[in-house]
């Protein structure tokens, strides 16, 4: 499944938009960024790595060659580009219950668009719109969000605690180390597969063992 690397979802969804209600949304996205507790209820939501909207103005689409013919556009496009965890439902539903009022401002110019509530009509008009990621890269395949920040936290724990015991008696290297492992039981644990992990994450694993020199490289 394109969408899929690992444990991580990508996202991507574009959705007309009149042009001259274009600046609408610019102006809404630009009083959302100035009152960040109005995002709340996004941000609180643990499974998303990334979330962002973009206005494409009607003409701001590239034009990559000159043999390219030009485009005449009728609507400018909204992009809205997100990876999370977890399945395309579970993320859908969770913006809902989480924004359902921020949902509906962002997208409120959006052609057709259905609002969030109820919830089979937005999931239609979202699956209407999405576009399929056909390149999708993910340095941790096997980490989900709160893994990364997990990690980030034992790091920063672990440099403290290395320049705190340089010093230290044995018993009281003993003492630190216990209290750091009761700080980080919280962060600390595996990361396995999970029934969504793709093809993505058998190669890294894959190639990991080949440079290790497990596998014969002859093999496909």
Same mark, same amino acid.
Do not use: C
């Given at each position: 499944?394109?969408?899929?690397?690992?444990?991580?979802?990508?996202?991507?969804?574009?959705?007309?938009?009149?042009?001259?209600?274009?600046?609408?949304?610019?102006?809404?996205?630009?009083?959302?960024?100035?009152?960040?507790?109005?995002?709340?209820? %996004?941000? $609180?939501?643990?499974?998303?790595?990334? !979330? =962002?909207? +973009?206005?494409?103005?009607?003409?701001? @689409?590239?034009?990559?060659?000159?043999?390219?013919?030009?485009?005449?556009?009728?609507?400018?496009?909204?992009?809205?580009?997100?990876?999370?965890?977890?399945?395309?439902?579970?993320?859908?539903?969770?913006?809902?219950?989480?924004?359902?009022?921020?949902?509906?401002?962002?997208?409120?110019?959006?052609?057709?668009?259905?609002?969030?509530?109820?919830?089979?009509?937005?999931?239609?008009?979202?699956?209407?719109?999405?576009?399929?990621?056909?390149?999708?890269?993910?340095?941790?395949? %096997?980490? $989900?969000?709160?893994?990364?920040?997990? !990690? =980030?936290? +034992?790091?920063?724990?672990?440099?403290? @605690?290395?320049?705190?015991?340089?010093?230290?008696?044995?018993?009281?290297?003993?003492?630190?180390?216990?209290?750091?492992?009761?700080?980080?039981?919280?962060?600390?644990?595996?990361?396995?597969?999970?029934?969504?992990?793709?093809?993505?994450?058998?190669?890294?694993?894959?190639?990991?063992?080949?440079?290790?020199?497990?596998?014969?490289?002859?093999?496909?």
């Amino acid at each position: 499944m394109s969408n899929i690397a690992g444990k991580a979802y990508a996202m991507n969804v574009i959705t007309p938009i009149r042009w001259y209600t274009a600046w609408l949304n610019k102006l809404i996205f630009w009083v959302a960024l100035q009152r960040p507790a109005t995002l709340k209820g %996004l941000i $609180t939501l643990s499974l998303i790595h990334y !979330a =962002r909207w +973009v206005i494409i103005g009607r003409d701001q @689409f590239p034009h990559v060659h000159p043999s390219q013919p030009r485009e005449t556009l009728k609507y400018s496009y909204m992009l809205f580009f997100s990876n999370f965890n977890g399945s395309w439902d579970q993320y859908v539903d969770s913006f809902t219950f989480a924004i359902p009022s921020g949902l509906d401002m962002f997208w409120k110019w959006n052609v057709r668009y259905s609002k969030s509530v109820s919830l089979t009509p937005f999931h239609k008009y979202i699956r209407y719109n999405q576009l399929d990621t056909l390149h999708y890269y993910n340095a941790y395949p %096997l980490a $989900t969000s709160n893994d990364v920040k997990s !990690a =980030r936290i +034992v790091k920063a724990k672990l440099l403290d @605690f290395d320049s705190a015991t340089r010093d230290a008696s044995d018993d009281d290297f003993a003492k630190q180390y216990r209290t750091l492992l009761r700080d980080l039981q919280h962060d600390l644990g595996d990361m396995y597969p999970t029934p969504i992990v793709s093809m993505s994450a058998y190669q890294v694993e894959r190639r990991q063992r080949w440079h290790e020199g497990q596998l014969d490289g002859s093999k496909h």
